[in-house]
T-cell receptor, first 114, second 114 residues
Framework: NAGVTQTPKFRILKIGQSMTLQCTQD?????MYWYRQDPGMGLKLIYY???????DKGEVPNGYNVSRSTTEDFPLRLELAAPSQTSVYFC?????????????FGPGTRLTVL | AQSVTQLGSHVSVSEGALVLLRCNYS??????LFWYVQYPNQGLQLLLK??????LVKGINGFEAEFKKSETSFHLTKPSAHMSDAAEYFC????????????FGKGTLLTVNP
């Protein structure tokens, strides 16, 4: 049982490049979330999903896209990278229906845009 | 809308001293409250949570927190600090009607001095 896994761990992008941050969970959780963490700012919600095929915006969605084709995977797409997207990105999952309203976090992806 | 305020971005204590990290929240409905800990270059790990029932909740590593509705607070305490407690601590709130999305405070960095 690996929990929530994220790849890659680190990435450096040039301005205007695109990339996909991968997130996979093996706990059969319906809810999945993407957060970004900036120094001194806590974590901000980017997008979330309550099940396969259902996604919605969080607090800071601009510049990002998501899809949820399976229960296990919730990739985050950056189309035109900008320096403001330099951050640490965390994926999390939970399933209130299983009485586990706790969100379980992955180890994070550290992204630098130059 | 829900919000969280953590008083003190940096708290420094001596080993063996009381740890007190403050958290106040705002929520329009009965909240779910969480404390997460983040060790350097790692993801977030749940320390403890309050959903319903007993207002004094105990978590891992000897931490506990008390939900005080009248004060809209959920302060984290530990009677005796250990060097291994040095980390960043995040308070978070979610609401059942908001798809359990977490709103985080900005975090408190705990330093433990020998």
């Amino acid at each position: 049982n690996a929990g929530v896994t994220q790849t890659p761990k680190f990435r450096i992008l040039k301005i205007g490049q695109s990339m996909t941050l991968q997130c996979t969970q093996d706990m059969n959780h319906n809810y999945m979330y993407w957060y970004r963490q900036d120094p001194g700012m806590g974590l901000k919600l980017i997008y979330y999903s309550v099940g396969a095929g259902i996604t919605d915006k969080g607090e800071v969605p601009n510049g990002y896209n998501v899809s949820r084709s399976t229960t296990e995977d919730f990739p985050l797409r950056l189309e035109l990278a900008a320096p403001s997207q330099t951050s640490v990105y965390f994926c999390a999952s939970s399933d209130p229906g299983l009485a586990t309203d706790t969100q379980y976090f992955g180890p994070g992806t550290r992204l630098t845009v130059l | 809308a829900q919000s969280v305020t953590q008083l003190g971005s940096h708290v420094s204590v001596s080993e063996g001293a009381l740890v007190l990290l403050r958290c106040n929240y705002s929520s329009s409905v009965p909240p779910y409250l969480f404390w997460y800990v983040q060790y350097p270059n790692q993801g977030l790990q749940l320390l403890l949570k309050y959903t319903t029932g007993a207002t004094l909740v105990k978590g891992i590593n000897g931490f506990e927190a008390e939900f005080k509705k009248s004060e809209t607070s959920f302060h984290l305490t530990k009677p005796s600090a250990h060097m291994s407690d040095a980390a960043e601590y995040f308070c978070a709130v979610s609401e059942k009607g908001s798809n359990y999305k977490l709103t985080f405070g900005k975090g408190t960095l705990l330093t433990v001095n020998p």
